[in-house]
Every structure is written in C-alpha cells, then in structure tokens.
C-alpha cells in the first residue's frame, strides 16, 4: 500500500488542463529542456532500456532518447496520465499533439524537421514504448511488478512533486 504524503493533492490534477498550460506551446524553458536532451542523448552510446519514472501525460523526455534505447518504459502514479500516454501511443484522435515538441526536439540534435522526419521520430518512440506502467515512489518498489534493471533513468520533476519533505526525497532519489 502507497504511503504517499501527497496523494490527496494528486487525486485532483486533470492532465489535459496540465498539458495545456506546460505543454500548450515549446516556450524557452520546454526548449531547455529539448536542448539538454538532445545533448545528453547525442552523447550516450546505445542502451537497451530507458525508464521515465513519473512520465505524467508527457513524452517530451524521451523524444531524443528514442534512437538510442532499444525500449521505453513510462510510468505514472495516475491512471489519468496513464491514459493520456496510452492515447498518444495509439495515435488516437484525441491525443495531445507533441509534434511541436518533437520538430524541435529534431532541430536541436541538428535534423531538418520535415513532415516525414517528425513522422518516422514519431513511430520510432511509440515503437519503441513497450509499457505504459503505474509508478508510485513512496513504494519499497517503486514499479511494481517489473524486475528488470533499466539502462537510463529518466525522472523530471517527479520527486519533488511526490513529497514536500526534504529526507523523503532525498529517499526517493536513492529508491529510484
Ligand atoms: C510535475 S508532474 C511531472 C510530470 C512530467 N515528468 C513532466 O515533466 O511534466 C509530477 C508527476 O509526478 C507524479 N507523482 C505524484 N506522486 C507520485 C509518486 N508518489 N510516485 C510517482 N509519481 C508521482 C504525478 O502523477 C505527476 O505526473
């Protein structure tokens, strides 16, 4: 059973309004983030298995990590982000659109972002996403039912939304 400090909070956060509000348009600090992916990923020789651990409805983290991992897992505490990221990995009408995110994902590693190359970058993440899993970090382990040791841990902005407790998070950070 989770011990999660702040589950009363996260049991009211609606991801589409959460989308729409961080991810609605690229802006400077989402470009940040592509810029330090885009360099960080360029530079790791190839891995096998990549963890989001607390993805949220997002994939933006994993848009230049995709030609270096053999696999994707996403994780999510909430159901409702969960279906966000299972939407977008059936490419279902109503899905976010990340093809902003990912032309520019595509400019910061130095590709032309046509339509075809923001397409194929497109399929190869959603090939690659082999689950889509629930994730708590107040757990002893944190993504149940999943042995395998991951490659690449990629975690953004998901411990410190798990507990507002200085010595929880650092635990967090070691659990993770
Ligand atoms: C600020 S959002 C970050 C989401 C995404 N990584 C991003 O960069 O936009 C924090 C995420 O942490 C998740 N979360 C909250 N409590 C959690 C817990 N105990 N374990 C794992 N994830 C948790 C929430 O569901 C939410 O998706």
């Known amino acids: 059973m989770s011990t999660h ?6 049991a009211s956060f609606n991801a589409r309004t959460y989308l729409q509000e961080y991810y609605g348009d690229v802006g400077a ?3 940040a983030y592509l810029q330090f992916f885009a360099r ?7 891995q096998n298995t990549l963890l989001d651990f607390g993805s949220g409805p997002t994939i933006y983290s994993v ?3 995709a030609p270096r991992v053999a696999r994707i897992v996403l994780s999510d505490y909430l159901a409702a982000n969960r279906a966000e990221l299972t ?6 009408p109503q899905a976010f659109n990340w093809q902003p995110f990912v032309a520019t994902a595509l400019g910061c590693e130095g590709l032309e972002a046509t339509p075809a ?4 970058r497109i399929a190869e993440i959603q090939q690659k996403i082999v689950a889509i899993r629930f994730c ?12 395998e040791r991951f490659d690449v841990l990629v975690s953004n902005s998901c411990a410190d939304a798990a507990t507002n407790d200085r010595t929880t998070w650092q ?4 659990t993770f």
């Not at 960080?40 to 190839?46: D, E, I, T, V, Y």
């Not at 939407?87 to 279902?92: F, R, T």
């Not at 635990?171 to 070691?174: F, I």
Request: aromatic share 12%.
């Open 5 to 10: 400090p702040l589950a009363s909070i996260w």
């Open 171 to 174: 635990q967090y950070l070691k």
């Open 136 to 147: 708590d970090a107040a757990l002893d382990q944190p993504l149940p039912g999943w042995e």
């Open 29 to 31: 600090e989402n470009l």
């Open 63 to 65: 848009i230049s990590a």
């Open 87 to 92: 939407l977008w990995h059936e490419n279902h």
């Open 40 to 46: 960080r990923f360029a530079a790791l020789p190839p």
């Open 117 to 120: 190359a923001i397409a194929q």
